[in-house]
């Protein structure tokens, strides 16, 4: 995994951004949601969590996982959706390089049955984590939600092709990702780095590129899914309400009667959320929300396997 964005302070207070979403209730899951016109208007009622969760719901629908199953969720962050794979009837390991983030879905959900954590690299995987051997054709299904955009592209290729070793034959990879259009680089439209920072990212895949990357590895792609108006442009509606009502002394003091944790914010800081925001619409006419569904062929070719 690509070190130079600091993963460990990632999701966390360090970051205005995410300061306010906690205040806004996006804590117990850490991806952006999924929203559909009649439920948008509910947002400011409800917080995240209500679409954050029908993400979960989708993303987990793809992967098909059967109880008994052994389930690798890479990059798990707080361990909400490993612990629904466990409630699920699955023996789900969750893995995460934040060791904040494995603390977390430990209190939560560490001594739930069939539920495991670990701090790993999902690009690079230890021979074992969380007292499960990570050997060839071990897993049933892996996961991937709203992660490998923090791997970088040699990451993500290791990924790919690691996934595709755990896997058995006949196994599953549900990948679900921030993508771009082109591939264009992602600092040519956010040149103060705002959003690359926030995120603690370098760049993103090309969505055409990661069915190439995946047929490399030996998968075979079963369905692709574009997202992006129910997650990002979505999010993006909301995101932009938000940063104009911040704009003004008004819209702010109706926003701390909402939300009265968002009183804490200085005047520099409600001036950076605003300045993020808008650099994440910046980037907003290349970036895609992709879900890529990929299976490991039951009978493999004769030959050495994929490197």
Avoid at 80 to 85: E, F, N, Q, S, V
Avoid at 109 to 129: E, I, K, L
Avoid at 194 to 216: G, H, K, N, Q
């Amino acid at each position: 995994m690509d070190d130079s964005g600091d993963l460990a302070r990632a999701y966390s207070d360090g970051s205005v951004l995410f300061r306010v979403l906690r205040h806004l209730g996006w804590d117990s899951l850490a991806n952006i949601g999924y929203f559909t016109p009649p439920t948008l208007p509910f947002a400011a009622l409800t917080g995240p969590v209500p679409f954050q969760r029908r993400l979960v719901g989708r993303s987990l629908a793809l992967l098909d996982a059967r109880p008994g199953q052994l389930v690798l969720d890479a990059g798990c962050g707080r361990g909400d959706t490993t612990a629904r794979l466990g409630a699920a009837g699955c023996r789900a390991l969750g893995v995460d390089i934040q060791p904040a983030q494995i603390d977390q879905a430990r209190r939560r959900f560490g001594g739930r049955p069939g539920v495991r954590f670990a701090v790993a690299d999902a690009t690079a995987p230890p021979r074992q984590a969380g007292g499960i051997p990570l050997t060839d054709g071990s897993f049933d299904r892996v996961h991937c939600l709203e992660a490998a955009f923090h791997f970088g592209h040699e990451g993500r290729t290791s990924f790919l092709s690691e996934s595709f070793r755990l896997l058995r034959p006949g196994g599953r990879l549900v990948l679900v990702d921030v993508t771009s259009r082109t591939d264009q680089p992602i600092g040519t439209l956010d040149p103060n780095g705002l959003v690359r920072r926030t995120w603690r990212f370098d760049d993103i895949e090309p969505c055409e590129r990661y069915p190439l990357m995946a047929s490399a590895a030996g998968f075979t792609t079963r369905r692709i899914l574009d997202w992006t108006t129910p997650v990002l442009h979505r999010a993006a509606q909301l995101c932009a309400l938000f940063a104009a009502t911040a704009s003004t002394r008004a819209g702010r003091q109706a926003l701390c009667l909402r939300w009265p944790g968002l009183g804490t914010l200085d005047a520099q800081d409600w001036d950076e959320v605003i300045a993020v925001v808008r650099a994440h619409r910046a980037i907003g006419r290349v970036t895609r929300y992709t879900a890529y569904v990929l299976d490991k062929p039951a009978r493999l070719p004769a030959g050495p396997p994929p490197v």
